[in-house]
């Protein structure tokens, strides 16, 4: 049986680095970045973000389906409400951003036009839990017990801005107004990455927020995996757009993933609480599960 062909935007970086053990057997891929791999030797150096797409377009053709990782380069973002909002608010942030973070939904807007051009089955791709961080000061302040994709997205930073504007597109193009339907699905990805107390301080509030967002590799392969291959994945209004908050099964997790695991099979095997269960032993010092 022929693999399936899978294009990987933003091939160079960590999602992808994350993917590609579980990808590489499974698929035949296309990798596309403009920054060298530390981690693939058949990157195609492609920018995404210029307007012309007939440059690039061969590499979408007969394709099954896109992963979209590729962002804008900014500082990155290691967390978000906890810190901003219940310790110290951080100066303005430049309006200059808005330029940055409007590359990001040109180049969303791109890959999307040209899967709906090229017949693609499907996209999958790499919004991010900023979508919605707005909220997160209300529940950390014991306001909210969870956050759902159903959560109506609101940020108040330009980066978390440029992921709910890739939902409404994403959504825009699965409703097939545009032409032909592109089925997508919006990844809210959390932290994925080692959670250590070091990089936290005296900050036991964020250092349980990102306890509670924390996505193992092989979660992440797993939600990817069935992101792409569930056969159906339409919405209760029959069209097929998703949104998934990507997180393990944390203890303290306040992401929810019910639609996750009844859409698609979602079936995280770790927990936080477990992964590091010997410094959160020697650090976590104050009760609740994320205050």
């Known amino acids: ?9 933003g091939a ?3 999602i992808t680095r994350q993917l590609l053990p579980t990808f590489r057997d499974r698929y035949d891929l296309v990798l596309l970045d403009t920054r060298p791999s530390e981690h693939a030797n058949d990157v195609i150096d492609v920018d995404v973000s210029d307007p012309d797409v007939d440059k690039y377009r061969e590499h979408f053709r007969g394709v099954d389906a896109i992963v979209h990782n590729v962002r804008s380069t900014k500082p990155g973002v290691k967390t978000s409400a906890p810190r901003q909002w219940l310790k ?24 999307l036009r040209l899967a709906m051009e090229e017949n693609v089955r499907r996209v999958v791709i790499t919004s991010s839990n900023h979508a919605a ?9 014991g306001q909210l017990d969870t956050i759902g994709p159903e959560t109506y997205p609101l940020s108040d930073n330009f980066y978390g801005w440029a992921k709910a504007t ?5 959504f825009m193009f699965a409703t097939g107004r545009l032409g032909s339907v592109v089925e997508n699905v919006q990844v809210r990805v959390g932290a994925p990455r080692p959670i250590r107390a070091a990089d936290f301080g005296d900050d036991q509030v964020s250092y349980k927020r990102d306890l509670g967002g924390y996505i193992s590799e092989r979660d992440m392969r797993q939600l990817y995996t069935k992101a792409i291959e569930a056969e159906d994945i339409r919405n209760e209004d029959g069209v097929p757009f998703q949104i998934f908050y990507g997180v393990s099964n944390n203890t303290r997790g306040f992401w929810s993933i019910a639609n996750a695991r009844k859409v698609i099979g979602y079936a995280p ?12 032993g020697r650090n976590i010092t104050t009760n609740g599960r994320t205050m």
């Open 88 to 111: 110290s608010r951080p100066g303005p942030e430049p309006v200059e951003g808005y330029f940055v973070e409007r590359t990001s939904v040109d180049m969303a807007f791109n890959v």
């Open 1 to 9: 049986m022929a693999k399936r062909r899978v294009l990987i935007t």
């Open 133 to 141: 961080d707005w909220y997160e000061t209300k529940l950390h302040n």
């Open 269 to 280: 095997e770790d927990d936080s609480e477990v992964e590091f269960a010997e410094e959160i």
């Open 166 to 170: 890739y939902e409404h597109l994403g």
């Open 12 to 14: 160079s970086g960590e």
